[in-house]
């Protein structure tokens, strides 16, 4: 009675129909395409897969095929699945303490159907015939026996259809692409004896046979040089098991997106777990860089809570700090049980490196016997070694690893590099500057002298620029240039000023200075990677890099913009691109211009860490006086802090 009096009333308050609680919440488990394939490879996954295939059109926007040979369901259970909270995963609450499969709240059929038009094939293989199920916007079209292999086929087509708003704003088919490929490729690394193809517009992305080997997978999934510098980690206490490769020291990256982490096989996103893996190589990499890691967690379902958000992708640990400890103890040893000093290779054609080879028909990529036999040589001479090398000078070596620095050659070296690309690119701007200059200080001294004929007294001249009459006093920390301005103190920090320098002078140039390579380097991508890139070359060879496919996920680099001065490390070209690539981000002509620009200026520029010379410390002050905008980074962070005498009076109270 007292409810249909309300209604009566015409409240603003209502009870939204069904159709649209399910639109809104199918968003919160179903993002983007990527978010189509996780959940369904989830369920594949859970019925006990071995082979599973997605193929995808436009970037998942028009099409998702994903096919398995697991359970399949019967007619019963098909008709049953795509409702909202159906699970055969769950039976009670007590239940979720202890999910030990991927997926478990029933929401993500239910999510997929209510925004899109889905056809699902199933077969259990005890039946005869399957089942065909056509949904649209959650309601069901058409059920029908059908003619199917065992296992699930669920096919997705026009996602978001009936949600415009959401579609309109999914990023470019190959952003989608790359987001889809990361998902698969994590699922790949976190299942090796499950078979993953993934198809784009019939060709192939990923193809990784399922072999129960998981350094096959990083081999074919990160590429051989990255799984040449894997270690082996197996460490296992009372309550955690730890095991998967971790990168030698001289394999790092500028992202943490070469980082994967499995707690119970199921990929996770952990800031907690990939701290403690950075902290487990201390002061083996530099600041701000990060190892390649893919690394599986074994631990007691009840100490995990995998229900922290609709997609899973969040865990919560009973015992983090305790995880942590365990993890970084885990890098830590494996680290000192191994040699420290970086591998020297042939730099060049892989004509010089064949360490794998494909063998058998499915083409997967394995170790031969010979590099076998070769790597167990080199481990007992680490050995022996280690046995024979005294503990001092054992000790001296690794200290001076840990502390290495950039010497100050390779500081002159782009000193010079960035003044004559300054002399190329700006010297009739700068003999304008000066004119100017000229003129303005022409007009002042003619002001003054019409002042004092005025009878006015001539205001003391006074010098605001913080870079003008500079007197270097010295380096702090290897980072900040430290010096006197008058009665003020004056800080720049040299990555950040050098950065600046070469940002500007890169603008202007473009690809109009760039220098061949006498051998050319190739590097190795990420599926992911790989994606993304073939949208970025054009933009790449516009500001002086030559870059084309070489083989599947291999690229050769021919050419560089001469910024780099001369280049022998392939780390910095994998830098460069991994920098371009690590957002997944490809937006149009100036955003992507200027996003190449500023990864230039920074690879190119000094280091924070590097060894200054005074005189370099002036050189590099002079550069910057020149920049047209000298007091912040392209990334917007300050090169110059002041601080004036009185500031520095108030700090150690000399101010009454």
Known sequence: MIEEHIEAQGNKIRLLDKDTINKIA?????????????ELIDNSIDAEATDIRIEVEKGGKNSILIRDNGCGMSRADALMAYKKHATSKLTRIEDL????????????????????????????PEEITGTKIVIHGGKVLETSDAGTAPGTSVHVKDLFYNTPAR????????????????????????????SFTLLNEGKPVIRNAGSNDLFNSIVNLLGPETARSMLSLKHKTEDFEIQGYISKPETTRSESDHLFLFVNNRPVASRAIASAVRAGYYTKIPKGRYPVAVLSLVLDPGEVDVNVHPRKAEVRFSREKELEDAVTAAVGKVLSEHGLIPEIREKGSRAFQKPFEVSGSSGRLQVSEAQETFQKKIAETEVSDKSGVPENISKTLREKAETYTYPVKDTERKLRKSERLIDFAGEKGAQETLRVKEQDSKLGEEKEKINIEEGQKPKPKTNTDPLEDLRVIGQVSKMYILAEKGEDLVLIDQHAAHERILYEQVLRIKKSRVQELITPMTIDLTPKEKVLMEEYIPYLEEYGFGISEFGDNTYVVTFVPEVFGRLEDPELIHDVVSDLLASGKVKKETGVSEKVCKTLACRAAIKGG?????????????????????????HGRPTVITFTKSELDRMFARIQ
Do not use: W
Request: aromatic letters at 4%; one cysteine or more; proline letters at 6%.
């Open 167 to 194: 579609r309109k704003y999914l990023k470019s088919d190959r952003t989608e692409l790359a987001h889809i490929t990361d998902t698969v490729m994590q699922l790949a690394l976190a299942n090796p004896d499950t």
């Open 97 to 124: 303490d202890t999910v030990s499969t991927m997926g478990f709240r029933g929401e993500a059929l239910a999510s997929i159907t209510a925004v899109a038009k889905v056809e699902i094939l199933t077969r259990p």
């Open 610 to 634: 590097a060894a200054c010379s005074p005189r370099q410390m002036e050189e590099l002050i002079e550069q910057l006086k020149k920049a047209e905008n000298p007091y912040s980074c392209p």
């Open 26 to 38: 199918a968003g919160e488990v179903i993002e983007r395409p990527a978010s189509v394939v996780k």
